[in-house]
């Protein structure tokens, strides 16, 4: 990894933690309150692209872990990792991933459709492949309840996920982080 | 220059070239399609030297070539006879660089150790690196700070925490590239006393002319070429002139 | 904004090296779910009060602060459970979770977010083998640590500048922005990391190129 990399990856851990706070939505009844948190996993991947995504997602676990409280709600520390809804946690770093792993697949001829399905299909698919099994296990309820449950937040994570593409597809115009070689930012002055 | 410096220069040897000057030599540099450098050519061997001229005037670009940190893309800049492109590392020994902005070259959560950030890059042992750190903090008022969180620092110590993490590392020279643009009137008195008293040799890229009091010379960029050069009223008069 | 969840008092639960704090810490989480006992739930949980209260000498407000975002959920959890299997049933999940998030909240009440990080390293080092540096991981966790606050506040002053201008609080006015910020940010850092010799070889030895 070149430091330009691990100046990528710290970042956006970094920027994923703090869309942690901005104040979640919280939705009636199985409570995993509504947050932009996902919105970082989702752009993570969309703009830094598999490896470099799914390893932000990573240290943002890390980070969480050595007791950042950092995700929604101000919780943090390693008793999120064995808490109800660590399923989800445990989804994100894969989640961004694959979000990476599709956008550069459809990297040249990118726009909004390519980007949609990168970010529906790891943003909000993946995430919920993994983080109901891992729910359904933690929380020992059956799968049928844990599906049904999850299901209230699928509609505010199409969004998130429309949110996101309409931003990748900005940034891949503006300012190509995957395929970065040979182009720099001018410095100004 | 010589053939076998071309490729790379060993460390024992680059650390005992002794310092001389830094040869920037028909230098032009491009940002893809844009070009923002012209055919410079400047030999700095002065103890300080500023960098003057308007926005977009190459001016940043050219402080950046001094360490490496931008490789030219036509002709070549030579630290001491080190070439930035063969032996990138040993020069960016030799030249600390001070960013603009000490927000993005703090890196490490608390004061100290962020200073000790670029000894522990150079291998430098644990109780040495202690040492060192201890001294610089004392030297830049940051002792107090030593293990507070670096974003509860002020901007004006900032900025000397950033000075104190790139001369801990014991360069030869210090670039800077408008360090008290985003300080108040206060802290750019305190980091113009730094720069002044500093025993290394300086380039100090700026707006602030009132920081090249007592400089050697002053280089004036405009539009990716040098415009003026010499001593420091002659320069600055012709700036300000260019600028009316 | 604080980054810490550590709550320094002298006491020989904090002394305890935090890698041997996490192995027990996987080791119960291990047990509870391969025994799935109320009576070994129900002891686990008075022995990880008695080691966080007691022995390791937190005040009860330092576990609370940890435990009190899970109990809604705890509580929906044991109403899932009424309606679809039994209070038995549903005694035994909560308890293990609220055990096990009380353990977790123990380890990082008293163990420094340096030991963790060295811990976290240390887990690590065997990616040498497929050429990452541990060292690069611990240093990538103390940017990220350096970067959240400094990018909070950023995300604070864009919000001033859109309440000032009359703007709604919508997500996408914060975000883009945002992280056109970081990308100039992370552009700045690599620079600076560069500058400082983060790509310098680590000793011993200095290798030559091209020869």
């Known amino acids: 990894m070149k430091t330009r990399d691990l100046a990528y990856v710290a970042l956006f851990a970094a920027l994923v933690a703090v869309l942690g706070l901005v104040p979640p939505v919280p939705v009636a009844g199985f409570p995993v309150p509504i947050t932009a948190q996902t919105l970082g996993v989702m752009l993570a991947g969309s703009v830094l692209g598999a490896r470099r995504g799914g390893l932000a997602l990573l240290v943002f676990l890390a980070v969480v872990a050595v007791g950042a409280p950092v995700l929604s709600g101000g919780r943090g520390g390693l008793s999120v990792f064995a808490g109800p809804t660590a399923g989800f946690l445990y989804s994100w770093p894969v989640a961004a991933f694959v979000v990476g792993a599709l956008t550069q697949l459809t990297w040249r001829r990118f726009n909004l459709a390519w980007s949609l399905l990168a970010n529906l299909a790891g943003g909000v698919v993946v995430i919920y492949a993994i983080a109901i099994p891992l729910t359904t296990f933690f929380a020992d309820v059956s799968l049928a309840t844990s599906f049904t449950s999850s299901m209230t937040f699928v509609p505010g994570d199409i969004v998130k996920g429309v949110l996101a593409s309409v931003v990748a597809v900005a940034v891949h115009k503006a300012y190509p982080v995957i395929e970065l070689p040979a182009r720099r930012r001018p410095v100004t002055g | 220059m010589t053939g076998w410096r071309r490729r790379g220069t060993p460390a024992a040897v680059a650390a005992a070239v002794p310092r001389t000057a830094i040869e920037v030599r028909r230098v032009g540099h491009a940002y893809g399609e844009r070009p923002v450098l012209h055919d410079v050519t400047l030999t700095l061997a002065e103890h300080r030297i500023g960098v003057i001229g308007g926005n977009g005037s190459g001016k940043s670009t050219f402080a950046r070539l001094l360490n490496g940190l931008v490789l030219p893309t036509e002709g070549q800049v030579l630290v001491d006879g080190l070439d930035t492109r063969t032996d990138l590392r040993a020069v960016r020994r030799r030249v600390g660089f001070v960013f603009q902005d000490p927000d993005a070259q703090i890196v490490h959560p608390t004061v100290a150790e962020d200073v000790a950030f670029g000894l522990q890059n150079q291998g430098v042992p644990a109780e040495e690196r202690a040492v060192r750190v201890a001294e610089v903090l004392d030297r830049y008022g940051l002792a107090g700070h030593a293990d507070h969180p670096a974003h509860l620092l002020s901007g004006g110590q900032k900025q000397l925490l950033a000075i104190a993490g790139v001369l801990v590392m014991r360069p030869l020279r210090v670039v800077f590239d408008e360090p008290t643009t985003l300080l108040d009137l206060a802290n750019k008195r305190r980091i113009a006393r730094v720069v002044a008293e500093l025993e290394q040799d300086v380039v100090v890229v700026t707006h602030d002319l009132d920081l090249l009091a007592g400089f050697d010379r002053v280089v004036v960029f405009a539009a990716g070429r040098v415009v003026a050069d010499g001593p420091p009223a002659e320069s600055v008069a012709a700036y300000l002139a260019s600028m009316a | ?211």
Do not use: N
């Open chain 3, 1 to 211: 904004m604080t980054l810490a969840l550590y709550h320094p008092v002298p006491s020989p639960v904090h002394r305890a090296p935090a890698g041997l704090k996490l192995l027990v810490l996987a080791a119960l989480g291990v047990l509870l779910f391969v025994v799935p006992r109320l009576y070994l739930v129900g002891g686990a949980l008075a022995g990880v009060l008695a080691v966080g209260l007691g022995l390791g000498g937190l005040p009860v407000r330092v576990l609370w602060a940890q435990v009190r975002p899970v109990l809604i959920w705890l509580a929906a959890l044991f109403v899932v459970h009424l309606l679809v299997t039994d209070a038995a049933t549903g005694a035994l999940a909560v308890s293990r979770l609220l055990t096990l998030v009380l353990a977790a909240a123990v380890v990082t009440a008293t163990s420094r977010v340096t030991e963790l990080v060295d811990v976290v390293e240390r887990i690590c080092s065997p990616l040498r083998w497929v050429g990452v540096r541990p060292a690069r991981i611990g240093l990538v966790i103390a940017m990220t640590l350096r970067f959240i606050p400094l990018i909070a506040e950023r995300a604070a002053r864009i919000r001033e500048a859109q309440a000032a201008r009359g703007g709604a609080r919508r997500l996408t006015v914060l975000v883009v922005p945002l992280l056109v910020q970081v990308l100039q940010m992370a552009h700045t850092t690599a620079e600076a990391l560069d500058a400082r010799g983060a790509d310098d070889e680590p000793l011993p030895r200095r290798r030559r190129r091209d020869r």
